[in-house]
Nanobody
């Protein structure tokens, strides 16, 4: 059974930090890219970041570049999203998702792309940033 379990969300003041974790099981982790997505009330889902487990290539949305860092521990089948300098506009439910790295690959930029279709999704974790 495929499972993606997010953890690490919570309430933090603006300027603070959180680290989200996405623990994966039930598929060959090294063959997949893991993406982080978020959705705020009344807004469309946004692809925040992704990492390809096969080569470690990454993507960041402009809205989080320089503040968020994605990393992968392949031995633990876990992907992390370190979020620093958090802003109220980062408030959302954060989801991780997995897709085969060759399916979600931007072949021009040679890295994963969160706009492609991901197969498996977690249940989400709430991040709330107070001003």
């Amino acid at each position: 059974e495929v499972q993606l379990v997010e953890s690490g969300g919570g309430l933090v003041q603006a300027g603070g930090s959180l680290r989200l974790s996405c623990a994966a099981s039930g598929f060959t982790f090294d063959d997949y890219a893991i993406g982080w997505f978020r959705q705020a009330p009344g807004k469309e889902r946004e692809g925040v970041s992704c990492i390809s487990s096969n080569d470690g290539s990454t993507y960041y949305a402009d809205s989080v570049k320089g503040r968020f860092t994605i990393s992968s521990d392949n031995a633990k089948n876990t992907v992390y999203l370190q979020m620093n300098s958090l802003k109220p506009e980062d408030t959302a439910v954060y989801y991780c998702a997995a897709g085969p790295y060759w399916v979600v690959l931007d072949t021009t930029l040679h890295r994963c792309d969160p706009s492609y279709e991901y197969d498996y999704w977690g249940q989400g974790t709430q991040v709330t940033v107070s001003s």
